[in-house]
């Protein structure tokens, strides 16, 4: 089985902030990861995916993010919020060999104040 | 470059009425999916397709049917609609002939409202 855990269904950061997505995997086999973004009456884009080439993993927009096999954390960080970057976010897990499936999480809902 | 095509965007259907929701997609991927999205569920996969004439149930298929009906085209049909199933439905497919590491591509949705 394999499963993902957003910590916060909301974050608020103030714009020029350090923005921090939190996001733990549960997986029986080295796992696939990966974050997208939806914009509001939008559907979802990849931001960044972990393909286990590199544990720190650059994506659009800034964003980055590190895979901690000891900590089974795949937490996604912008070291400066800009109002654009207003959206929720979904972390999401599949698993090698042809794996159909992907899982995602139930969602973090970025608030940038001005 | 339209990638993943779904229509309608919108619905608002009786309870008990039934309709389909199409999804079509042009870049050629083998695996297509659809997805429920509900306030503080996130995404909820109810069937997938690895390839034509293959179709496989996800975690909430209940209430739900689908047809892969050749390489482009992956439909929803709920075949008597409930108000639990009012909820945005995304399509999406992927292209696994070049490794599961490959990301979902995904449609604008369509926003369902069952009265």
């Known amino acids: 089985a394999q499963s993902v855990t957003q910590l916060g269904s909301h974050v608020s950061v103030s714009e020029g902030a350090l923005v921090l997505l939190r996001c733990n995997y549960s997986s029986s086999v080295p796992p696939y990861l990966f974050w997208y973004v939806q914009y509001p009456n939008q559907g979802l884009q990849l931001l960044l995916k972990y393909t286990s080439a590199a544990t720190l993993v650059k994506g659009i927009n800034g964003f980055e993010a590190e895979f901690k096999k000891s900590e089974t954390s795949f937490h996604l960080t912008k070291p400066s919020a800009h109002m654009s970057d207003a959206a929720e976010y979904f972390c999401?897990?599949?698993?090698?060999?042809?794996?159909?499936?992907?899982?995602f999480g139930t969602g973090t809902k970025l608030q940038v104040i001005p | 470059n339209a990638g993943v095509t779904q229509t309608p965007k919108f619905q608002v259907l009786k309870t008990g009425q039934s309709m389909t929701l199409q999804c079509a997609q042009d870049m050629n991927h083998n695996s297509m999916y659809w997805y429920r999205q509900d306030p503080g569920m996130g995404l909820r996969l109810i069937y997938y397709?690895?390839?034509?004439?293959?179709?496989d149930k996800g975690e909430v298929p209940n209430g739900y049917n689908v047809s892969r009906l050749n390489k482009r085209e992956f439909s929803l049909r709920l075949e008597s609609a409930a108000p639990s199933q009012t909820s945005v439905y995304f399509c999406?497919?992927?292209?696994?002939?070049?490794?599961?590491?490959?990301?979902?591509?995904f449609g604008q949705g369509t926003r369902l409202t069952v009265v």
């Open positions: 397709s690895a390839s034509e004439g293959t179709t």
């Open positions: 999401a897990v599949t698993r090698p060999g042809g794996y159909q499936k992907v899982t």
């Open positions: 999406a497919s992927r292209d696994l002939s070049r490794g599961t590491n490959t990301e979902a591509f």
